[in-house]
């Protein structure tokens, strides 16, 4: 697979404006939340990627199709040691939807 597939960090997801549900039991009830920091998709534009925890040494990231996105909150920003800024939000996914983790890593042989 080429490096065309994966996340890009260029390409910032913008937060859209998401209609605040009435009734936060009923949502909960219908839906899960997910943290992160949401990107664009590489090459398909109703996916959204949502990197958990932008700075870990050991990175993962979700994959949703935007569709089954509900409602979006915007969390505080996090802030590097060089004070550039990573937007950070909690989705709010459609419970039964079909969703990716993708953990990448670095493919090494260890020795025993």
């Given at each position: 697979m080429?490096?065309?597939h994966?996340?890009?960090?260029?390409?910032?997801?913008?937060?859209?404006?998401?209609?605040?549900?009435?009734?936060?039991?009923?949502?909960?009830?219908?839906?899960?939340?997910?943290?992160?920091?949401?990107?664009?998709?590489?090459?398909?534009?109703?996916?959204?990627?949502l990197?958990?925890?932008?700075?870990?040494?050991?990175p993962?990231?979700?994959?949703?199709?935007?569709?089954?996105?509900?409602?979006?909150?915007?969390?505080?920003?996090?802030?590097?040691?060089?004070?550039?800024?990573?937007?950070?939000?909690?989705?709010?996914?459609?419970k039964?939807?079909?969703?990716?983790?993708?953990?990448?890593?670095?493919?090494?042989?260890?020795?025993?």
């Open positions: 080429s490096a065309a994966f996340p890009q960090e260029t390409k910032k997801f913008e937060v859209e404006a998401y209609r605040r549900p009435k009734n936060f039991k009923e949502l909960k009830k219908t839906h899960v939340p997910f943290s992160g920091s949401p990107l664009k998709h590489p090459y398909d534009p109703e996916k959204v990627i990197v958990a925890d932008p700075y870990s040494s050991h993962f990231y979700y994959e949703f199709k935007s569709p089954d996105i509900s409602y979006m909150e915007e969390l505080p920003n996090i802030v590097d040691v060089e004070g550039k800024t990573v937007t950070m939000v909690r989705i709010w996914v459609k039964m939807s079909l969703g990716i983790l993708c953990s990448p890593f670095v493919v090494e042989a260890t020795k025993i």
